[in-house]
């Protein structure tokens, strides 16, 4: 299968900071990726839809204006939490769509970001 | 009614059983399944993708979808103590997107 990387795979910050978490299709272009969040013990709750050279579109109840994404390329999307706080301490997954032959999705996960605020 | 239901188990399996995981979804447009398994505190792995009614095999692991009932499933064969894990099942709804359900944890018990 396609291979997604993250960088940086876990992270400390402190209230009030911002961290930028990469994301990198490493042997295919991704004209889509997806950003979700996991909190212990639950499932994946995708926060935004990120396509190559045009503004992310969020899902009720991000925040936009917090939850910065970048896909500058279409190797790259990048996820900067500003203002970091203690309740977004979380596990921070990319994903990437292939469009496979025939027209079918795929879709492949980054390992993850691990993000603790404190 | 949530978008992606699961059992979320957690589902108890004697090593060597067959493990029936099940999965119901709202949007009968949705046109692709997948199957992810997820250790603790890893990203989840993609198992097994399904888009026709029917059964799709992948060695020990065997999906089934039925597109009239809003059903799929995925069975493991021969399950093993590796197999321990969570699975999530994902729709790719009729508005392009993918759709996690709460997950299944499962337990093979050597």
């Known amino acids: 299968g396609a291979v997604v990387s993250q960088h940086p795979s876990w992270v400390i910050c402190k209230s009030g900071t911002s961290v930028k978490i990469e994301c990198r299709s490493l042997d295919f272009q991704a004209t889509t990726m997806f950003w979700y969040r996991q909190f212990p013990k639950q499932s994946l709750m995708l926060m935004a839809t990120?396509?190559?050279?045009?503004?992310?579109?969020?899902e009720q109840g991000v925040e936009k204006d917090k939850f910065l994404i970048n896909h500058a390329s279409l190797t790259l999307s990048t996820l900067t939490v500003t203002s970091a706080h203690p309740e977004d301490s979380s596990f921070y997954i990319c994903?990437?769509?292939?469009?496979?032959?025939?027209?079918?999705?795929?879709?492949?996960f980054g390992p993850g970001t691990r993000l603790t605020v404190t | 009614q949530k978008e992606v239901e699961q059992n979320s188990g957690p589902l108890s399996v004697p090593e060597g059983a067959i493990a029936s995981l099940n999965c119901t979804y709202s949007?009968?447009?949705?046109?692709?399944f997948f199957w992810y398994r997820q250790y603790s505190g890893k990203s989840p792995e993609l198992i097994m993708f399904i888009y026709s009614n029917g059964d799709k095999e992948d060695g020990r692991f065997t999906a089934q979808l039925n597109k009239a009932s809003q059903y799929v499933s995925l069975l493991i064969r021969d399950s093993q103590p590796s197999d321990s894990a969570t699975y999530l099942c994902?729709?790719?709804?009729?508005?392009?997107?993918?759709?996690f359900g709460p997950g299944t944890s499962l337990s093979v018990i050597p």
């Open positions: 990120s396509n190559e050279g045009s503004k992310a579109t969020y």
């Open positions: 994902a729709v790719l709804t009729s508005y392009d997107k993918v759709i």
């Open positions: 994903s990437a769509r292939v469009i496979a032959a025939g027209g079918s999705y795929e879709q492949y």
């Open positions: 949007d009968r447009g949705s046109q692709s």
